[in-house]
């Protein structure tokens, strides 16, 4: 085992078709047209020296040490920036060309700082290797006159030289080292797209700077690692690596944050993670990465991490740590008393979106076979359940239809209810380098988010709606399409029921259905929607990407049919460039649903009620399957405060604080007699619960996650877990306790086993993943590669469906005493409801949850930025700090939820949507106003919190 080295050709890969043949050194290579001569003779097996270029950003040519020479040309061209030509004879080791690099090298070495034996970049520095590589013996120039290298210069202060800059909590800055090849700032700009760093001054004064001349943390820089990644020497550098070492091997694995799903080496020095570096051959994130994957992995060994199971009899009681045999054999006995005292449909369970789908495979399996119910439900219900049911419906699948590569040929994309740029950062980073080579932009939120005006990105039409009003403004986008003769009649009549589309259209093309009446409802201008409208219909490839500010809404279901509409009509599915694609919230939410963590579905989406798929599982499992659908998470809460539901499993999921209206939920949870919390640390939900498993992280694990676009990526175990079993082996051992013959020795068993029971995952194995990398399900006889795309010849249902989409509009209204709409969503440094990323420095970006409240409407009630106010709704009440931004519209206010101690969702209503009960989050009336504190609520839940987690401490043995 040792660490996982990957090939830097020096320049990006040309895409170009046609082939170029050439000779470097005597050997030859054929390459595509456009190829750089850098990266041709490394496909030869010849490196070139370089110091500046590097595959991940363009060609620079600033370094002058990848100097070639070619029979029939003057001088010495760069091989960076030279592509290739037809016949060309390339010499990259000359007597003069080892002169020349030699001479540049002294330059280089003469202003840097010769400590290589305690730099932390010592044995991963490409100067110290370049110098070795060029055979550099002595340097003429000595370090008198001006430098860069010394604070002081014969007695006096050198004012070229630069403190180190500590600020960031997870890379240093020393200036003293820096070679200005400008590496970070290239990859700041062309794979990040933040524009955060430049080349200040000109000639010797020429150094890096964070924005203008500040700190990093005080600039741009939103900490990605690229420019960390991207840099030849120590000048940047990973805190961890200064204080551990350089790593001596790695592993690669999958990110455990949002729906992206990067590939990351985790570099490791023995049992220790030194580093994530992100993979280049990663298909999801292609060697990017963000500051939750690339740095915020230390929850793992935070002290507040639980690391024995715990039971206690009363949720007043303190804890008590007790061995995994005791604690499995109380729940196991707790779980029987309550089935035979109150009925088998008593109990039930809840998957996680942050474990693997081996994981979550067998927590419905323990559910319907160890339970005999369908009492099972999952997180991703409550984000993207009409994602399922409205895609489910129009195309007959229940995902996405492109890869995270289709960005790439996309003209036009539109962006519903999605923050891309703060809850999928990677992938919007290759949107952004999409639309900076002139792809067009259509936002549809109510929020300006940071992607509607960037570095060098400027949406074309910004909608700014209402709150609820979704599916009229997207609709009125398809009245437009219809009324103006824009839609694709000949996709229309090859693909979908040509019927079916001509009721739609008679339907969006009412008068009521017009921007002029919608824009009005919506406080959107109606030319606005005209103009995205055309252009969306007539630019080119079509691209819709949507978030949770789709789905978590009364209509989300009828939105996510009204988007899918709008695609067929536009005839913008089945090829590279366009598609419907929602951006899922969790690492694993499209796994968890894929598995079946829905009441109603079996894995795979297949109906509880169909005798041939019930066939399937009770043959292999060797029981009578339910075949009614279990109860969701409300109905679970409900029923509890009813009395007859009063047992839990909970798997890495915090329904107090994520869940709508937290008064309910803990009504619910206090209602029960048995709450089981399996997770890292003692969340929200373990305030209420009655034992506690503790859990592993991401990288303690073997298993799958499958990310936004269906790909399946392996999870690998790069370190024993701290806990002592990794959670797929924790609930076998409950199975087991509960009289269940189940026998896995290894996640790739539990996989197989899905394999066998799942068409879309028939060809799916661990062997086949590590000679595949990762695929797309479906993965079948039918596409033995997987599927990038959907959709090709033909929908999966068959015939396209159009749907009618009627506005109605949610039964939350503003009035005279709650005028204001709260909606609610993410920031970049933290995660979900913040478990894993609280307890890392990301906090010095975000350490509390605040109010975005318009000018206008602060004014209004005398508030000013930084102010406690009390956010108010028929719900209940909170208080936070205000923001005073005009990000928002008047009339909205914004806030995240991250935090417990503010616990945004109760201010949250219970109403949801009206197909799959995903609740609506986004659309909440409520009133702001001045606050000297907090609530009397919030008082209450943090005293009874923190008598909640209190463990008993063992006394010593006399």
């Known amino acids: ?130 110098a070795g590589v060029v055979g550099l013996r002595d340097v003429r120039y000595g370090y008198e006159g001006d430098n860069h290298v010394f604070k002081k210069n014969d007695g006096a202060e050198n004012f070229k030289w630069m403190a180190k800059d500590e600020s960031n909590p997870y890379f240093t800055y ?41 700190l990093f943390i005080d600039s741009e820089c939103v900490s990605c690692g690229a420019c960390v990644q991207a840099c030849p020497t120590a000048t940047l550098s990973e805190k961890s690596v200064i204080k551990i070492g350089q790593p001596e091997h790695s592993v690669v694995t999958t990110c455990a944050y949002c729906g992206v799903g990067c590939s990351f080496k985790a570099e490791m020095r023995g049992d220790e993670l030194v580093r994530m570096v992100p993979y280049k051959d990663g298909k999801a994130n292609r060697g990017h990465s963000c500051v939750k994957g690339r740095f915020a992995y230390g929850y793992s060994t935070h002290k507040e991490r639980i690391l024995n199971p715990m039971i206690r009899e009363k949720v007043t009681d303190p804890w008590r740590e007790v061995s995994w045999e005791e604690a499995l054999t109380h729940t196991a006995n707790e779980f029987r008393r309550i089935q035979y005292q109150y009925g088998r449909t008593s109990i039930g369970g809840i998957t996680s979106s942050r474990c693997t789908n081996e994981e979550t495979y067998l927590v419905q399996k323990l559910i319907r076979q160890g339970f005999r119910n369908n009492n099972v439900d999952t997180c991703a219900r409550v984000c993207h359940s009409p994602t399922g049911y409205g895609l489910g419906q129009t195309f007959g699948t229940s995902a996405g239809t492109q890869d995270f590569d289709s960005i790439e040929q996309t003209d036009v994309v539109m962006i519903i209810g999605a923050n891309p740029t703060d809850a999928h950062p990677v992938f919007a980073s290759r949107m952004k380098k999409r639309l900076r080579k002139g792809a067009k932009l259509i ?123 709008l695609a067929m009509a536009t005839g913008n599915i089945g090829r590279p460039g366009v598609g419907v694609n929602p951006l899922r919230g969790q690492n694993n939410v499209q796994g968890s649903c894929d598995m079946g ?115 399946i990526n392996r999870v690998r175990k790069v370190m024993a877990p701290r806990n002592g079993f990794a959670d797929w082996e924790v609930t076998q051992k409950l199975a087991q306790a509960m009289g269940l013959a189940w026998n896995y020795q290894h996640p790739s068993e539990i996989m197989d086993e899905i394999a066998k029971t799942t068409p879309s995952f028939a060809k799916v194995s661990y062997g086949y993943l590590e000679r595949m990398g990762s695929v797309q399900w479906p993965c079948n006889e039918q596409a033995p590669e997987g599927t990038p795309i959907m959709h090709i010849s033909g929908f999966v249902r068959g015939k396209g469906k159009f749907i009618r989409t009627e506005y109605v509009a949610t039964d939350e209204r503003t009035g005279p005493r709650f005028p204001l709409l709260l909606t609610t969503g993410r920031i970049l440094s933290q995660y979900n409801v913040g478990a894993q990323t609280r307890r890392t420095d990301n906090v010095m970006w975000h350490n509390e949850d605040r109010l975005e409240i318009h000018p206008h409407d602060a004014e209004n009630r005398g508030l000013r930025d930084g102010d406690w106010v009390r956010l108010t709704s028929r719900s209940g009440e909170t208080t936070l700090r205000a923001l005073i931004t005009d990000k928002v519209s008047p009339g909205v206010v914004y806030t995240t939820f991250h935090h417990p101690d503010t616990q945004a969702n109760v201010i949250t209503t219970d109403f949801s949507d009206w197909a799959t009960n995903c609740p609506e989050y986004k659309v909440t009336a409520v009133q702001v106003g001045a606050s000297n504190g907090p609530s009397g609520w919030q008082l209450d839940y943090d005293e009874q919190a923190r008598n909640s987690r209190r463990i008993a401490t063992l006394e010593a043995a006399e």
């Open 1 to 130: 085992m040792g660490l996982i080295q990957e090939i830097d050709y020096g320049t990006p890969a040309s895409t170009s078709e046609k082939q170029v043949t050439l000779t470097v050194d005597g050997f030859t290579v054929t390459v595509p047209e456009g190829t750089s001569i850098m990266r041709a003779s490394m496909e030869a097996g010849i490196a070139i020296p370089k110091l500046c270029a590097t595959d991940m950003v363009d060609a620079f040519g600033s370094c002058r040490l990848c100097l070639v020479e070619i029979d029939g040309r003057n001088g010495t061209p760069s091989s960076c920036t030279t592509p290739v030509a037809p016949g060309m004879v390339v010499h990259t080791q000359t007597g003069r060309l080892k002169d020349i690099r030699r001479g540049v090298m002294e330059l280089y070495i003469s202003d840097h700082p010769l400590d290589c034996l305690t730099c932390a970049a010592n044995g991963d520095c490409e100067l110290q290797t370049q």
């Open 174 to 214: 020393d200036p003293s080292k820096c070679i200005v090849c400008s590496r970070c700032v290239r990859a700041c700009e062309e794979v990040q797209g933040t524009f955060a760093l430049t080349i200040e001054g000109r000639g010797f004064e020429s150094r890096v700077s964070p924005g203008m001349h500040q």
């Open 443 to 565: 936002v549809l939120d109510p929020r300006r988010t940071d992607i509607v005006r960037s570095a060098h990105i400027e949406a074309q039409h910004h909608l700014p709606l209402k709150p609820g009003t979704n599916v009229a403004v997207v609709t009125a986008l398809a009245h437009v399409i219809v009324t103006e003769g824009l839609f694709d009649e000949a996709f229309i009549r090859e693909r979908c029921d040509w019927d079916e589309f001509q009721d739609w259209a008679s339907f969006v093309a009412l008068p009521e259905n017009s921007p002029e009446v919608v824009g009005q409802l919506a406080n959107v201008d109606p030319e606005e929607i005209r103009s995205a409208a055309r252009l969306f219909a007539a630019g080119g490839n079509g691209a819709i990407y949507y978030g949770l500010g789709v789905t978590e809404h009364s209509q989300g279901s009828t939105t996510v049919i009204a988007i899918a509409n």
């Open 597 to 711: 963590s829905f009441p109603h579905e079996l894995p795979g989406y297949r109906h509880v009620s169909g005798d041939a798929v019930r066939d399937i599982y009770e043959s292999l499992w060797g029981v009578k399957l339910d075949d009614e659908p279990g109860l969701r998470i409300p109905n679970m809460l409900d029923a509890a405060v009813d009395g007859s539901f009063k047992g839990l499993y909970v798997q890495g999921e915090d329904i107090l604080q994520s869940d709508p209206d937290t008064k309910h939920v803990a009504a619910g949870l206090a209602a029960m007699e048995c709450v089981v919390v399996h997770d890292l640390f003692l969340n929200e939900t373990a305030n209420y619960a009655h034992v506690f498993l503790p859990g592993s992280t991401f990288l303690e694990k073997d298993g799958t996650f499958t990310n936004a676009e269906r790909r």
